[in-house]
């Protein structure tokens, strides 16, 4: 193993003559010390980034000398832009291309390939007609085509898709300079190693490799050994990645509740400066609007407000005008504000780095500080993703019972009134009150009672509970009925109309899967592969969306047919997804007909590679 630093060709060893010298610590290494083109520098700049991190310190030297790079290091290292800036550089000036992508980066998952596209995006910001594009499974060929032909010259994709644009001729890799493999070992686990070399044999031997793995098995050393010019290995451990001072929790809400979940836990606990992290710049303006309607001093900040207002709502959140600010992950780079007392990942991110760089707003210089994480009940394998990266476990937040805020909203209500009798002038008021009640023979006590809910227009100070997240199932489980598996793990068996007579392996099973439908081989349990069906376990909340674009993939040029098992062979899966009377069940993708297969017509696309001649190999088929 090799470790680089960027300043080290540069400066000549010093010799210490004194303790005292010997004690002297050189300069922290930042981005600007590299050798990077300026337009990048500058996007890294407007990001927050100073400081690289320590993958980022050993990875971009070679990478930008032309190396070819293996490196050990796990999400939330900071990897992406490790080979993504090198990258950028190399190709800042190279203009549109025409006959195939300049750089092409592997993923295993949509999730991840959507994200390290995002992040290419943000660091080519001030790269005129730069073009990156994401090709992924699920997501129709039409958009993935067009840019395709628009000529992008970063391509980031999943290796089940990226075969499929090779076969159809809409992808072509002979000018390849640059390949990425992203968490090489996940892609290896999902059955994709063939898929993988077919694209190194593609791609020709003019282009440099970097190859990023959180773990090194033998296979991941074969591909190094046979693909790789005498790569310049790194090696990277993260110490610690979240701050022990500050305290994390988790709260399990459907996603229609988080507003009311929130503003119950900020009634009851008090906080001095709050940020809320949200997915979407729109969600920043909606959320916003939305707590200032409740009554809480909040502003948003993401990346369509110009920098100058950015700014000002900072100065504002500093100053104590607004208590909360609601940003994107992009807009609060670099964001340090010493009031800041809670981080709320209001939308849990995909990614556990980005999770890390959000709660880092809090709890800084030593002080301590608190995280809250709104999980839904089917994003529960990030949070796992989260506590597995950061080597730490997320404490699980109760909410304030109805009684405690029915009696918060009662002493806040009381404060209101002990604060008006010390404070106003009654005097006006007073004998209006005195003749109304001399009038109408009511007490007192009535009429401020009808006064206070006046006051309180419409609201009441009784706290109904929130409806139980896990209460409505998921369709793939409410259709299964009672002969359906179930697992304490939370994964049930599904049983898929492909077998042994298809030749089918369970590496194509896995890449179907994991590629069709964003799940990741932790998801995919238990496979059983028998001669005319076969038997996989998986979550056993299987969101809708998935469950109906996985009964539509096929594997070896046949549909799986997805369906809860109830242990009964053979047996046709009589519900039918129509949505009203007349429905022409044979012509739409989602219906299945009487006899159980398949709708006909031409395959969807199904990118997890089973279709292709001899499938997968077995290599690190999951099993329980």
Same mark, same amino acid.
């Given at each position: 193993?090799?470790s680089?630093?960027?300043s080290?060709e540069?400066?000549?060893p010093?010799?210490?003559?004194?303790d005292?010298?010997?004690?002297i610590q050189?300069p922290?290494?930042q981005?600007?010390?590299f050798d990077?083109?300026p337009?990048?520098?500058?996007?890294?700049?407007?990001?927050g980034?100073e400081?690289?991190?320590a993958?980022q310190e050993?990875a971009?030297p070679p990478l930008l000398?032309?190396e070819d790079?293996?490196?050990?290091?796990?999400?939330?290292?900071?990897?992406t832009?490790?080979?993504?800036?090198?990258?950028?550089?190399?190709?800042?000036d190279?203009?549109?291309?025409?006959?195939g992508p300049?750089a092409l980066?592997?993923a295993p998952?949509?999730?991840?390939?959507?994200?390290?596209?995002?992040?290419?995006?943000?660091?080519?910001a001030?790269l005129p007609?730069?073009?990156?594009?994401p090709i992924y499974?699920?997501?129709?060929?039409g958009?993935q085509?067009?840019?395709l032909?628009?000529?992008?010259q970063?391509?980031?994709g999943?290796?089940?898709?990226?075969i499929?644009h090779?076969k159809r001729?809409?992808l072509?890799?002979?000018?390849?300079?640059?390949l990425v493999l992203d968490?090489a070992?996940?892609m290896?686990?999902m059955?994709?190693q063939e898929?993988?070399e077919a694209?190194?044999?593609?791609a020709?031997d003019q282009?440099?490799?970097?190859?990023?793995?959180a773990t090194?098995?033998k296979s991941i050393?074969?591909i190094?050994?046979?693909?790789?010019n005498?790569?310049r290995?790194?090696?990277?451990?993260?110490s610690?990645t979240t701050g022990?001072?500050?305290?994390?929790?988790?709260l399990?809400?459907?996603?229609s509740?988080?507003?009311?979940?929130l503003?119950?836990?900020?009634?009851?606990e008090?906080?001095?400066?709050i940020i809320m992290?949200?997915?979407?710049k729109q969600a920043?303006?909606?959320?916003?609007?939305k707590?200032?309607?409740?009554?809480?001093k909040?502003?948003a900040?993401?990346g369509?407000?110009?920098?100058?207002?950015? /700014?000002?709502t900072?100065?504002q959140?500093?100053?104590g005008h607004i208590?909360?600010?609601v %940003? $994107?992950? !992009? &807009? =609060?780079?670099?964001?340090?504000v010493?009031r800041?007392?809670?981080?709320?990942n209001?939308d849990i991110?995909?990614?556990?780095e980005?999770?890390?760089?959000?709660?880092?707003?809090t709890?800084?210089a030593g002080?301590?500080?608190?995280a809250?994480?709104f999980?839904?009940p089917?994003e529960?394998h990030?949070l796992?993703?989260i506590?597995?990266?950061?080597?730490?476990s997320v404490e699980?937040?109760?909410?304030?019972?109805?009684e405690?805020?029915t009696?918060?909203?009662?002493?806040?209500?009381?404060?209101?009134?002990?604060?008006?009798?010390?404070?106003?002038d009654?005097? /006006?008021?007073?004998?209006?009150?005195e003749q109304?009640e001399q009038?109408h023979?009511?007490p %007192? $006590?009535? !009429? &401020? =009672?009808?006064l206070?809910t006046l006051?309180?227009?419409?609201?009441?100070l009784?706290?109904e509970p929130l409806?139980?997240?896990?209460?409505r199932?998921?369709r793939?489980?409410r259709?299964?009925?009672?002969g359906g598996k179930?697992?304490?793990?939370g994964?049930?068996?599904?049983?898929l109309?492909?077998g042994?007579?298809?030749?089918?392996?369970?590496g194509?099973i896995?890449?179907?899967?994991a590629n069709?439908?964003?799940?990741t081989?932790?998801?995919?349990?238990?496979i059983?592969?028998?001669?005319?069906?076969?038997l996989?376990?998986l979550p056993?909340?299987?969101?809708? /969306?998935?469950?109906?674009?996985l009964s539509?993939?096929?594997i070896?040029?046949k549909?799986?047919?997805l369906?809860?098992?109830?242990?009964?062979?053979g047996?046709p899966?009589?519900?039918r997804?129509?949505?009203?009377?007349?429905?022409?069940?044979?012509?739409?993708?989602?219906?299945r007909?009487k006899h159980?297969?398949g709708?006909s017509?031409p395959r969807?696309?199904?990118?997890?590679?089973?279709?292709?001649k001899?499938?997968?190999?077995k290599?690190?088929?999951?099993?329980?």
């Open positions: 193993m090799t680089v630093h960027p080290a540069t400066q000549a010093a010799t210490p003559t004194t005292a010298a010997a004690e050189p922290a290494v981005f600007c010390d990077i083109d337009r990048i520098l500058s996007a890294l700049t407007d990001l980034y400081t690289p991190s993958v050993q971009i000398d032309g790079v293996m490196g050990l290091a796990q999400t939330g290292t900071g990897k832009a490790a080979f993504a800036v090198p990258v950028l550089d190399s190709l800042a190279a203009g549109r291309a025409d006959d300049l980066v592997l998952t949509r999730e991840l390939a959507l994200q390290v596209s995002e992040a290419f995006t943000s660091y080519a001030h007609g730069f073009s990156i594009l499974g699920g997501q129709s060929y958009p085509l067009a840019g032909k628009r000529g992008a970063v391509v980031v999943t290796p089940g898709r990226v499929d090779l001729g809409s072509k890799l002979h000018n390849l300079r640059h968490e070992d996940e290896l686990k059955g994709f898929d993988i694209i190194f044999e593609a020709g282009r440099q490799v970097a190859l990023f793995s090194m098995p050393h074969r190094a050994e046979r693909y790789l005498n790569p290995e790194i090696r990277v451990t993260p610690s022990t001072n500050i305290r994390q929790r988790f399990t809400v459907m996603h509740h988080k507003l009311d979940a503003t119950r836990i900020l009634e009851v008090q906080y001095d400066g992290f949200v997915r979407t920043t303006e909606e959320l916003a609007d707590l200032r309607a409740r009554g809480f909040a502003a900040i993401n369509d407000i110009p920098q100058q207002a950015r /700014e000002r900072v100065e959140l500093k100053a208590d909360i600010l %940003a $994107t992950d !992009v &807009a =609060a780079r670099g964001l340090d010493e800041i007392e809670l981080v709320v209001y991110p995909h990614d556990p980005a999770y890390v760089h959000r709660i880092g707003r709890g800084r002080r301590s500080g608190e809250i994480l999980v839904t089917r529960h990030l796992k993703s506590e597995k990266a950061t080597r730490r699980k937040l109760v909410l304030p019972t109805p405690e805020l009696n918060t909203r009662t002493d806040k209500f009381k404060a209101r009134i002990t604060e008006a009798l010390e404070t106003l009654l005097t /006006e008021m007073r004998p209006v009150i109304y009038a023979n009511v %007192a $006590t009535e !009429v &401020a =009672a009808a206070a006051l309180l227009d419409g609201e009441t009784a706290a409806p139980e997240p896990s209460a199932k998921p793939s489980e259709e299964a009925g009672k179930h697992r304490k793990d994964m049930r068996t599904y049983r109309a492909v042994r007579n298809e030749r089918v392996q369970p194509g896995v890449g179907a899967i069709e439908g964003g799940l081989s932790a998801q995919i349990g238990h059983d592969i028998r001669s005319n069906h076969s996989v376990d056993a909340d299987l969101p809708e /969306e998935v469950f109906e674009r539509r993939t096929r070896q040029g549909h799986i047919d369906r809860p098992d109830t242990g009964r062979p047996r899966f009589k519900k997804f129509d949505r009203g009377a007349g429905a022409d069940h044979g012509s739409k993708p989602g219906f007909k159980g297969r709708p017509g969807s696309g199904g990118s997890g590679g089973g279709h292709r001899g499938g997968y190999q290599t690190g088929a999951p099993r329980k």
